[in-house]
């Protein structure tokens, strides 16, 4: 999988916000070139288990701090961020059990979601929230 490259064009102005989405493309990127080396599988699911927790901890703060502004958009924010875990969990169940590579279908998914995801869905939170003031 070619890896994510962090830039600024993916600041959602939020400094939070942008430190937890480098970790989850730190994480990806992990992921992918573990994948690449074919290491152990425990390593794998232990990577892919931190990014799927570290996602649902980053998902709860960046809704309830859309919550506590009145974003107009939480509900489409709520409903893609639902739709990922749905996926994340049906592929693991689908495709992990004694893997030692996670599948490169799962992993370009990932990279795909989250750069599309980061660059459109939350870039449109960055300026109603400037607006009032956070950052
Ligand atoms: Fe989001």
Redesign the pocket.
């Given at each position: 999988m070619e890896l994510i490259v962090w830039t600024s064009a993916f600041s959602v102005g939020i400094s939070k916000?942008d430190q937890q989405h480098l970790e989850i493309v730190r994480l990806i990127n992990t992921l992918a070139t573990t994948s690449e080396i074919s290491v152990r599988s425990e390593l794998i699911s232990e990577t892919l288990t931190n990014l799927t927790n570290y996602a649902n901890e980053?998902?709860r703060e960046?809704?309830r701090l859309l919550e506590e502004h009145g974003y107009p958009e939480l509900a489409a924010?709520k409903a893609?961020?639902r739709a990922y875990r749905m996926k994340v969990v049906a592929f693991c169940q689908e495709t992990m059990d004694g893997e030692e590579n996670v599948p490169a279908g799962l992993l370009d998914f990932l990279r795909d979601w989250w750069v599309d995801?980061?660059l459109h869905?939350?870039m449109e939170?960055r300026g109603f929230l400037e607006a009032r003031g956070v950052t």
């Open positions: 916000m980053h998902f960046e809704e924010q893609d961020h995801h980061i869905s939350d939170y």
